[in-house]
């Protein structure tokens, strides 16, 4: 299959060609070049999302502590108040924001996740997807298959631009979690491929130009929330998009902005801890807790 990863626009160009949703044409096209059946290609993705699934319980803990000490618990908070029925956005976004505090703080500790796209970003899609699975009853299949279309966003993405905040700062990370999570989202709830363009230029130019700052260098302030803010975004995008309103720049023009706006970025504010929030005395003060003296 003459499938590349160049462009959103080629991409789903052939899925309307085909008349199929993107991830089967993804699936398929993976089995050939991987020279495997479409069954192990789909099981491979399907491990993935059980171990997004297996992230969000102890995740959730309420006494989980990073390695650092400096972050955990934020996920127990919010989760309790979404199940106590006292979060402002009700159980959908509510669910979305816990569970990606749930898998951003697990990594925090060590534990065992999926980077989707990265570990600093690993929140984004899990969220998005089990948010979707719980409140509207879709099926294990239905979710898996909706990761292979957000795995070909990532990979235009990549392929374009950059997916690592060293290089292209936190929008090339959470910026790009945040429009493979709304491609996921809008192809789960039975949006065109029209729709999934215009989600994917929405997340990402609502999140273009984020910096990378992460406080004492560490993969936890602000990157634990910005999970949050992500998958938030990421149903912002969706929920536009399925509504029939059209981004105006096309995803891969956006695509190309980020990565003018990733060259042109100061060192400072590419994942070095020396700009932004990690420069703050209160961020300082943080890295002499978890490092001693900074030199």
Known sequence: MDLNYHSIESLLKAAKENNCRLSALVLEQQA????????????KMRENYRVMASCIQPGSAPDLK??????GGDAYRMRTAVEQGKNLTGPLLGGALYRALAVSELNASMGRIVAAPTAGSCGIVPAAVLTMQEQYQLTEEECVMSLFTASAVGMVIANNASLAGAQGGCQAECGSASAMAAAAIVE???????????????????????VCDPVAGLVEIPCIKRNA???????????????????????????????????VMPAALKETAEGGLAATPTGRKLHQQVFGEMK
Not at 32 to 43: A, D, H, T, V, W
Not at 66 to 71: H, I, P, V
Request: overall charge negative; aromatic content about 4%.
């Open 229 to 263: 803010s992500g998958v938030a975004g990421a149903f912002v995008a969706a929920e536009l998009a399925l509504a029939g309103i059209r981004s105006a720049i096309p995803a891969d023009e956006v695509i190309w902005s980020m990565k003018k706006v990733g060259d």
């Open 188 to 210: 789960l709830a039975g949006g065109t491929p029209d729709m999934i363009q215009s989600a994917v230029a929405t997340a990402l130019k609502n999140i273009l130009g984020l």
């Open 66 to 71: 990073s390695t650092s000490g400096l972050t």
């Open 32 to 43: 050939e070049q991987m020279e495997l059946p479409k069954q192990e290609i789909y099981e």
